[in-house]
């Protein structure tokens, strides 16, 4: 369903993404994992035509996203790491706007939208305008709305983030049953280990730009001798704390350019 070949991001001098291959089959739940500043957003953001590559070869559900962006985005719903709803409109307006824009039939709009809004605990808020949810409901509400077209491929990047732990497993076993009853593919990114070792197919870890480790939870663990995955991950790429500032040179460089644009 994914399928990524030395694949590279550059920005100057600064090497986001270091020639990584890997591949995702349909259905699998897929978990890409590294400290801050790894390149995991940026390479989310190549899968998902926000980033033209600087080399290498991607193919999602047999399309390019650089020649085929549209066909591209048919096949995906995302929920990205920074909020990304419209605060001045309501849940519900929110979620009939997504479902224009993909086409979705007026009927089967309303069925699926009061079916996922009920699945977040959202439809007794659905008048309610975004801007006065916490930061949990706005996760809830956009989780919802990537899965309002019924994707073939699921990004969530730190999907989770802010949630209670009750939601979590809430919003993952739904993950799992679309995985497992509609083949739905699920590539997401977390820095909460016993999710991944939870819920992860398979695990890729990217470090400084690079993938040094690919498998089941298992495998990992039995890579680095380690008895839980956060050792694992830790043995692989190391105890310092990182900062963001790597992470973000492609999110500061596109906020010079559409300032400069002003």
């Known amino acids: 369903m994914i399928e990524v070949k030395d694949l590279s991001k550059n920005f100057g001098d600064f090497v986001a993404v270091d020639k990584i291959s890997f591949n995702v089959k349909a259905g699998e ?5 590294g400290p801050n500043g790894a ?14 590559p600087t080399s290498g070869e991607i193919d999602l559900n047999g399309h390019n996203p650089v020649k085929e962006a549209t066909e591209a985005r048919k096949s995906f719903g995302i929920v990205f790491q920074d909020p990304s709803l419209d605060d001045e409109l309501t849940a519900l307006e929110n979620m009939e706007f997504h479902g224009v824009l993909y ?6 709009r309303n069925k699926r939208i009061e079916e996922l809004l009920k699945f977040v605990e959202l439809w007794d808020r659905r008048h309610d305008l975004a801007k006065t949810f916490s930061g949990g409901m706005k996760r809830r509400l956009e989780i919802a709305r990537g899965l309002l077209h019924r994707p073939k491929i699921l990004f969530l990047d730190e999907p989770t983030l802010g949630l209670d732990p009750q939601t979590r497993n809430h919003i993952w076993a739904y993950a799992s049953k679309l995985s497992k009853d509609e083949g739905m593919t699920i590539f997401f990114t977390t820095h909460y280990m016993e999710e991944a070792e939870q819920n992860a197919d398979r695990i890729a870890i990217i470090d400084q730009g690079k993938i040094v480790a690919t498998g089941t939870p298992e495998d990992l663990r039995n890579q680095t001798n380690t008895p839980t995955l956060e050792e694992a991950f830790l043995s692989l790429t190391g105890k310092n704390i990182r900062d963001e500032h790597a992470g973000s040179i492609d999110q500061m460089r596109m906020r010079r350019r559409l300032w400069n644009r002003r």
């Open 29 to 33: 739940i897929f978990a890409f994992l």
């Open 39 to 52: 390149g995991k957003t940026t390479t989310i953001k190549m899968l998902t035509t926000l980033l033209h």
């Open 103 to 108: 086409n979705i039939p007026k009927v089967e």
